[in-house]
DNA sequence: GCCGTTTTCGGCCCGACTGTTTTCAGTCG
């Protein structure tokens, strides 16, 4: 395949696919015809693969949730680039209609009708409509629904994105950690999308073990970073923080402690399926208990018992989104996915040579204290002026220095001296080749010009491949969470070069990156593509990101064996060392 | 619209919470 196609990717069929859906929900169309829409959307939103090329082969029906209908609106979109269905359902329900659905308690009823009785086609036009008071009335709206809509448009207003795993950790963390000192309290853990390491979230969701969760959630809603209450019941409260996000909390006694968290942790079409499941064993699974065939109620406070129950294996938090999990729990086969423990390694790291805070020697001893036996520092090249990138004669001195770190701290680590090169406009890397020859690791990555067209710039990251002394792609798409999408690489073409030359291509832990992304890394793992987790560090603290990029990692399915940095230290070295003789 | 070791037709998860209701519809996860 050539970078030169145009075609309409993955994530474009998605949002046509998504929109349809939305459209066809809010004209009142059949809620199960919409789901398969929905399900086809999300379906090629997952694939590893470009869709273009399963169309080329004349494989559509192999994907899940395509069938005939959906199969021939895709083979449409790739020979006409257009849809006429879409367009004419387009032509019915005004598209702007969609955007009313991101309105908190606003779905696809309220919607219709909003626009069928107030004349309602686009979100500030419901603005308008809810400042003008011309919603109350409405059947079922009253005076609180139209503030409640008010608040909702102005709370979109001030949070247009999703958040970051990076920033959503912590504060999850935190509020967690106050949860398990309330008096009362059991066990308190984070779930939802936070515990299967998404990497953007829209909300923290939160559960809490308590005999009377009643005073758990009351001093829940008056903590201090409480904005306001949104919703609290007996089992859920949920609240917007004062910094707007969202947090949900359930309370449930400790003996209901597994289907809880279940519940919580979703996704929520990893839980549909599990429902699917548990019907065919006539078992009605909810967020408390499971009601047996003969009408007993059983309450399982260990999610692994819950699974069981159903007849699966307990499957990994991070597998949870319906990709697959399910049928390999069946079968027998999930994963023996990476952990933190597994990586020996941190191959990507920075110093004061160049932009990092600390000193070579400070790095190595955090690594060392992480109970890592290798460190590579990984300094960036000449080109990244804004990093103080490294000329030759640095590198030179800077072999000095680590040559003294390495015999100051004998055999407890392995210091490594890499680079950060940068991929130049023309795809060349920063430094000769004899130089780079010398270099125990080379990472080549993208930094400036992003905005290259595909062609261009696939073609530019391929030639950088193409180097014999490259070892690893770093941050290979450049993507900046959560707002800033990668380079439009032709990533086929990628991951095709990448399986051709053994290259390795980087996990990168750092938040705003997790690049590669959960769905490329588990092509790439399938592709038989060697893979580097590392955490970009620039500084000792940041070398505890590298739990994010494990998440990413254990998103994708990899197994420990699939990583060069969870290799044993010979292999990893001898791996690197033959690479760089080319 | 998709899908099938009980099915090619008839299914397709379940409950909490809110606001508007006097028994329920809509939304959410």
């Known amino acids: 395949m050539s970078a030169q196609g145009e075609h309409l990717s993955n994530s474009d069929l998605a949002k046509i696919f998504h929109t349809i859906a939305d459209l066809l929900e809010i004209k009142g169309e059949n809620i199960y015809k919409v789901l398969a829409y929905r399900r086809a959307a999300d379906s090629l939103a997952n694939l590893g693969g470009d869709a273009y090329e399963v169309w080329q082969a004349g494989e559509l029906n192999q994907i899940p949730g395509v069938g005939k209908a959906i199969a021939e609106k895709l083979d449409e979109l790739f020979r006409t680039g257009r849809l006429g269905f879409y367009e004419k359902v387009k032509t019915e329900v005004p598209v702007s209609l969609v955007d009313l659905l991101q309105v908190p308690d606003v779905g696809p009823k309220k919607a219709a009708l909003f626009w069928g009785k107030a004349g309602v086609t686009s979100l500030p036009e419901l603005e308008a409509a809810a400042r003008e008071g011309k919603l109350r ?17 102005e709370a979109l207003k001030r949070r247009s994105t999703r958040t970051p795993l990076g920033v959503a950790w912590p504060a999850a963390q935190e509020l967690a950690a106050w949860l398990r000192n309330l008096p009362g ?39 201090s970073k409480v904005g306001q209450v949104l919703a609290s019941g007996e089992a859920k409260t949920s609240v917007e923080l004062k910094n707007t996000l969202r947090v949900q909390l359930w309370v449930h006694p400790p003996e209901q402690w597994g289907t809880v968290l279940q519940y919580a942790t979703g996704s929520k079409e990893h839980s549909v399926h599990l429902r699917e499941l548990a019907q065919d064993k006539k078992l009605s699974l909810s967020d408390h208990s499971i009601i047996q065939p003969d009408g007993q109620e059983v309450f399982y406070s260990e999610e692994a018992e819950v699974y069981a129950a159903i007849g699966l294996p307990w499957i990994p938090p991070e597998m949870r989104e ?10 027998g086969k999930l994963p023996r996915l990476i952990e933190r423990g597994d990586l020996i390694a941190e191959l990507h790291s920075h110093s004061t040579w160049s932009d990092g805070h600390s000193s070579i020697q400070a790095m190595a001893e955090a690594a060392r204290e992480r109970s890592l036996k290798v460190i590579a520092i990984t ?87 193409r180097n014999p002394h490259v070892d690893i792609v770093g941050h290979p798409t450049g993507r900046l969470l959560p707002d800033r999408e990668g380079a439009d690489l032709d990533m086929d073409s990628v991951l095709k070069a990448a399986a051709e030359t053994g290259i390795a291509l980087e996990i990168n ?74």
């Open 379 to 465: 300094d960036h090249s000449v080109s990244l002026g804004v990093a103080r990138g490294l000329k030759i004669e640095d590198l030179q001195r800077q072999r000095v220095e680590i040559d003294a770190v390495q015999a100051k701290l004998g055999d407890s680590i392995r210091i490594l001296q890499g680079t950060e090169s940068e991929i130049l406009a023309d795809g060349s890397l920063d430094y000769p080749d004899e130089i780079l020859a010398k270099l125990d690791v080379v990472i080549a990555s993208l930094h400036s010009s992003l905005r290259q067209p595909r062609a261009v710039i696939t073609e530019r990251l391929l030639r950088a491949m």
């Open 322 to 331: 319906d990709r697959g999990e399910i049928q390999a729990a069946l079968a």
């Open 509 to 582: 832990a750092f938040p705003e990156r997790l690049d590669l992304d959960d769905i490329y890394a588990r092509r790439a793992a399938e592709m038989g593509i060697p893979l580097s987790i590392n955490t970009d560090a620039h500084q000792p603290d940041h070398l505890d990101l590298v739990q994010f990029g494990v998440g990413v990692a254990r998103r994708a399915w990899i197994t420990p064996d699939q990583v060069i940095n969870a290799w044993p230290t010979k292999r990893l070295l001898d791996w690197l060392k033959h690479r760089t003789k080319g």
């Open 137 to 153: 009335g409405l059947p079922g709206i009253g005076e609180k629904s139209e503030a409640k809509i008010l608040a909702g448009i």
């Open 185 to 223: 309290v059991k066990a308190a853990e984070v779930a939802g999308s936070l515990r299967r390491m998404r990497s953007t979230v829209g909300d923290i969701d939160l559960v809490a073990a308590a005999a009377d969760p009643k005073p758990v959630m009351e001093a829940f809603a008056h903590h």
